[in-house]
Each structure stands twice: as structure tokens, then as C-alpha cells.
């Protein structure tokens, strides 16, 4: 269908872009009457800046062909991030270049003293973030009194990141009679509670079908040894040759370790963080879209929002920790009708977390193994013989010079030699193994664990022994991490003075012995290895296994000897009385008194000094007492009176 008539001046900035037919949001929103408020939900990537900002333009300019003087703004455009924010700024200075509006933005990371002069002279519309707005509020430097249409774009983002005061502070600053015009990817029930706070009969737009994923993307999920998460990248960037790639990670600092990574393996890469400034965020986005950077690793700041051209490819290189995160990573892929490809790096131990996001989401994703090196190969010999270099026709020139070198050189030289400078200009593949994909099967309820055999397993050491306190509690979960593998794929654990030996399941051991190729972070290495020997010893006893005989063949053992009968004991006759109960007569122990011994000390006499028994100088010792003795609970003692020491407790 041809695009709705919304402003003749819009029209034309959108004939001069080749817009030819609206998307289904564009349509609903230039459907919706000029004077309502709007509450509308879309996917991500459907075109919603344009689309209101074709909403507004009935509401800004009415039937005028142009703005006139600046001033007050006439419109206020709130973002999530920065990023988006210019990005809104520049559609919007495209799409209203005829009318000439004046747009002004403001956001966090830039010169506030540059804003507030802009906003001095004046402007038609104003785009910035919560935070970096409600400052210029505050400080005198924006007017809100001329308001007559305010955008909350990506609502839902805002609310997760806290900004609801800072909306409601912009709001109730805002004119009563405005209209607003609220967009959002979902809308949970604090959207929705928003939305009738500040706005009047608003007209609900929903083209999200709930049921049905993003048509544009194609959605893979990659088993990934945990080792080799980074291999993994390398190999998917060199596999999908896409224009332009977006790796997630999680935090910062595997933004900044991924980086280094792709970098130093010859990719044209660029980081993009919140810790970093907004001139070095703007710096990486402008790289991306100038084609000067081919992969960009980014945490969630880039997420929501960011329409870069050309970018065909989406790796999440941790697993996002909800749906929208899912949703709105993947959907900076397969814009405007463009198709994209969303890949899912799964460790064995995220997969049951991946499966539920998939499921939930409603998505329909392709579960394999990371691209091969030989894969990878075959993919760069079928886009040499399709490069615009050989199937463009040369020129003139370039045939004679042609000529020139297979005078001197064979064709296979010639062609060995292309061959070699397509190569070098082309980041190596890495070697990757699938995580065995049958060891990925959930068993069923039930099913009993498969018994293995000695010859099923292979046998492996770890420098760490009995000297070094080995113990397989936490011995098995440095194994699993090292090497990709769970606890069930662990046999028989050897603890030796200097070593600890274990078996491994046949089945993984060849992903296990390619993961173990580096050593651990500690400096510790885990090789192949044999069986332990003879002269193995535990580091406790044994038991010795009971062994059972078939069943059916078990032979009739003989019963346990018995006891030998007690003799009997003779019995007294019962007519003699049994004998009386004699007790000893009490003897008084006679008192001896204790002879006087060579150094004993004699009993000291009245008024000496106890243990010393010489007499005690005159005027020494406490004066002799006065009056009546005091009992403890008469009360204080008198003045004068002698101390006569600390009353018990209690008393």
C-alpha cells in the first residue's frame, strides 16, 4: 500500500528516502485521529521513530508549511539512553528538514553549559534522556509552558531503569492539555498504570503478535564447550561474513576481554560499554556505520534502540538473563524488512535456562554445533568465485597487465598467489568441537543410567595429589570447568601423593582432551594418563568388594557350628538353709596427732605478723576498732567511721 498522506513537506523527506509503503505501525498510528493520545506497542525495529514522528507533525504544524521563529519547544521527544536518543535526533532532522524545525538534543555524557545555550535561543523539538532533561528543568534552562506533544519512546525500558520520577517530575511539568504519544515493545501493568496517570482516552495500538516471533530473524542455538565461548565468536564472525555483527556480553569486563580477543585475531572490532564517555561511545557507533568497524561487543546499553545499517548478525556470547533481553538483543537485527540472524552460545550448563527463554519466547530456534574450520573454508571458496573482483569484467588496462604476468608466470601461480592474498586478508578459522551432541539429550523419566564398562572410560591426571590436600569435592568441579564435562561423566577418581588420576567417559573424551590443551588459571595442567599400577595406595582403607554369585547357582552353604552345651551347675540340696550374711564388726581408726617436723612454722602469738612470728612496729597495722560492729545491712557507715571491707553480694 502507498504511504498515507500525513504533511507535504514529511511526504517529501520520505519520497527522497525511499519509503515506499509504511510498516504495519507507521499505518496504524497515521490511521489514529490527529487529537488522541496515542498508546502503542510495536517490535522492535518497526519503524516506530517515524512513526510518531508523522504523528506529531499534524499536532506541531496544523496546516502551516513550515515552523516559524524558535523558541519555547513545541514538542519533547524522552529516551532510555543516549544512543537512542541521537539516534531519534537525527530521524527526526531528516524527516522535518522541509518544515525548518529546529532540534535540539540533550543527554548525559555532554556539555551542559552547550545545551542550556542552545535551549536559550530556542528550538521546535527537543529529544534527551530523563535524567539529563528534568537538571535542565530544574535549572531555569527548559520551558515546558508551550508544550503541545510529548514521546516517551521505549516506556518500558525507562521504567526498568528507574527513571519514573524523573518522568513524572517532566510530566506534571508539562501543559494538561498536550498530547502524548507513549511507545513501547511491551506493555506490562506499569506501563499501562502510567498511561492512564498522564494521559487523556488514549487509543491503544497493538501490532505485537504475542504469539509469533520476529518474521525477519533467524534464530540458532550453538553448543559450546565453556572454553571455547571465544573460539566459538571467532568462528561464527568468519562463517556469517555479515556486513556488520553485534556480540552481547554480560558485563564489562568480558566486553573489554572479548575485544582484545577479536582484535588481536585481525578483526576490525570496537567496544561499547557504559563506563565509557559519550565522545568514545558516539567515536565506536560512528565506526560502525561508516563501515571503518565490522564487529561491535557491547553489554546492554546497546540493546534497545540502536539501528545500525547492514547488521546481519546478532551473538549472544553469554545467555541473556530474561526473554526481553532476548527479544531486544535480537532485534537490532532484521530491521525494515531486512533479514537477520540471532546466535545463542549455550554451555551444557545453560541449556535448560536457553531452552526455557526460547520456549517462553515463542521461538523456534535450530540447535548445532560451532562451524568447523573446514566449513568455514568451503564458505570463503564460494564467496571468492562470487566476489564483485572476479565477476566484475576488467578493463583495459588491467587485461594488458594481465597479460604481462602470465608471460612471466603459470596460471597456477597466478591463481595460488590470489588464493593467498584472499587468505591473508581473512582472520584464521579456529579449531572448535561440538560438546557432544548426544550427551545433550534429556533422559527419560525413569530410564535407568547406563551401566560402563573399564574399556568405555580413559584415564587422565591433574597435578594435584595428596600432598595438596586433594579432595573430590572440590576436585570434580574444577574437572567439569576445565574440561567441559559434568560429575556423570566422571568414573573413578585415584588420589595419589603427587597426582590425582580419574576416568572420563570415551564419549566426551575427545572434546575433554581438547579443552584441557591450555592450562588452568592456577598453572595446574591436566594430561592423558594410565591406569594407576599396582603399587597404588589409597589414601584410606579399601573395603573389600562383596562378590554375588548368580542367581540360581548359589550353593547350599553349611550352617555355623554350635556352641558346645554349658555344664550344668550343682544345684545345693534344698533342705539346708542357705548360709548366713556375716559383716565385719566397725573399727574405730585410733587419732594420731602429727608429730612436730624441723621447719614447720610455730603458731604466731597475738599482734605479730602472721607467717613471720616478729613482732609488729610500733604505730603499724589499722587502729584498733570503736563502737558497736556494723552489720552490712545497717545502712552507710558514719563519717570517721573505719572501712571494714566490701559487703558480700547480695546483701
Known sequence: MPFPTSHPALDRALSERGYAEPTPVQARVLEAPYDRDLLVSAQTGSGKTVAFGLAMAPTLLDLAERFGQAGAPAALVIAPTRELALQVTGELTWLYAGTGATILSCVGGMDPRTERRALQRGGHIVVGTPGRLRDHLERGALDLSALSAVVLDEADEMLDMGFQEDLTVLLEAAPADRRTLLFSATLPREIVRLASAYQRDALRIDTVDRDAPHGDIEYRAVRVL?????????????????????????????????????RERGFSVVGLSGELTQDLRTEA????????????????????????????????????ANVEGLLHRSGRTGRAGRKGVSVLLVPRARRRKAELLFQTASIRAEWAGPPTAEEIREKDRQRMLEDPLLVTPPDEDCLAEGRRLLERLSPEQVAGALMRLYREKLPPPEDVQDDAPSRWKPEAAGEPRPRREPGDMDWFRIDIGRKDRADPK???????????????????????????????????????????AVPLPDGTRITP??????????????????EFEPAGEVAAAPPPPRRAPRPPVAEAPASS???????????????????????????????????????????????????????????????????????????
Request: hydrophobic residues 35%; contains cysteine; aromatic residues 6%.
Open 577 to 651: 538353709p542357705p548360709p548366713p550374711f556375716e559383716k565385719a564388726p566397725f573399727q574405730k581408726k585410733p587419732f594420731k596427732k602429727k608429730p612436730f617436723v624441723q621447719g614447720d612454722r610455730p603458731a604466731a602469738a597475738p599482734g605479730d605478723r602472721p607467717w613471720t612470728g616478729k613482732p609488729r612496729p610500733a604505730g603499724s597495722g589499722p587502729p584498733p576498732r570503736t563502737g558497736p560492729k556494723r552489720k552490712p545491712n545497717d545502712g552507710p557507715a558514719p563519717r570517721g567511721a573505719p572501712y571494714r571491707g566490701k559487703p558480700k553480694r547480695g546483701s
Open 474 to 516: 572440590w576436585l570434580i568441579p574444577k574437572i567439569c570447568r576445565a574440561g567441559g564435562v559434568t560429575k556423570r561423566d566422571i568414573g573413578n577418581i585415584r588420589i595419589l601423593d603427587g597426582e590425582t588420576r580419574f576416568e572420563i567417559v570415551r564419549e566426551v573424551s575427545p572434546a575433554f582432551t581438547a579443552a584441557i
Open 529 to 546: 594418563s594410565e591406569a594407576p599400577g599396582a603399587d597404588f595406595r589409597p589414601s584410606r582403607p579399601v573395603r573389600p568388594r562383596r
Open 285 to 320: 557507533l560512528q565506526a560502525l556505520r561508516g563501515g571503518h568497524a565490522r564487529v561491535c561487543v557491547a553489554t546492554d546499553v546497546a540493546a534497545r534502540g540502536l539501528d545500525l545499517p547492514d547488521l546481519g548478525l546478532v551473538i549472544h556470547a553469554e545467555v541473556p
Open 226 to 262: 565453556p572454553n571455547q565461548v571465544d573460539l566459538a565468536v571467532v568462528n561464527l564472525l568468519r562463517f556469517y561474513e555479515a556486513p556488520g555483527a553485534l556480540v552481547f556480553a554480560n558485563t564489562r569486563e568480558r566486553v573489554k576481554h572479548l575485544t582484545a580477543t577479536l
